[in-house]
């Protein structure tokens, strides 16, 4: 029976495991593909303790940034966004309210978002009236806010 080697991945590896965990695999897939590719490296109490020390460090900063994003899900819940374009009878617009201009409109309220990162209705809101626009920020967490399109006077 072939020996098996003790490695602590550092990062999540399909069908093998988590970051941080110890695992026992052959010694040909750890030399020639978990060590060379930096996914793991030998299980020393040394690199074990520092990566339990990484693993914490990132814990800590994904609960910090969940934190921030909830506080500007709250925050976003009352921002009430408007936008004016020539439109037709019917309240057809004449062009489109699209994810990069509700993002431009985000950013004149403080909140800069990556417009692939709006919940657009529509890819291109082509009516007047009300949307309800939803955000994914850090952590999972979810923000919505209203887009008002209206007909403008031209």
Same mark, same amino acid.
């Given at each position: 029976? /072939?020996? !098996?080697?003790?490695?602590?991945? &550092? ?6 495991? !988590? ?10 897939? @750890? ?11 030998? @299980?020393?109490?040394?690199?074990? &303790? ?5 693993? *914490? #460090?990132?814990?800590? &900063?994904? $609960? ?6 909830? +506080?500007?899900?709250? @925050?976003? @819940? ?6 004016? $374009? ?18 431009? #409109?985000?950013?004149? $309220? ?6 692939? $990162? ?7 809101? *082509?009516?007047?009236?009300?949307? /309800? ?6 952590? +999972? ?9 209206? /007909?403008?006077?031209?």
């Amino acid at each position: 029976m /072939a020996s !098996h080697l003790q490695v602590v991945l &550092k990062e999540d590896v399909d069908h093998l495991g !988590h970051t941080g965990e110890v695992v026992r695999v052959r010694p040909g897939f @750890a030399r020639n593909f978990l060590l060379p590719r930096g996914l793991a490296c030998v @299980a020393t109490r040394a690199n074990i &303790k520092e990566i339990e020390h990484e693993t *914490k #460090l990132a814990q800590a &900063k994904a $609960k910090r940034e969940q934190e921030q994003a909830r +506080g500007i899900a709250e @925050a976003m @819940a009352n921002v009430t966004l408007s936008v004016a $374009k020539p439109a037709g009878d019917g309240g057809r617009l004449y062009g489109s309210v699209t994810a990069i201009e509700v993002a431009e #409109l985000l950013v004149t $309220k403080g909140y800069n978002v990556d417009r692939r $990162k709006l919940g657009m209705p529509e890819e291109h809101i *082509k009516m007047v009236g009300s949307y /309800a626009i939803g955000v994914r920020l850090a952590g +999972g967490i979810e923000a919505s806010f209203t887009l008002e399109v209206t /007909a403008s006077e031209s």
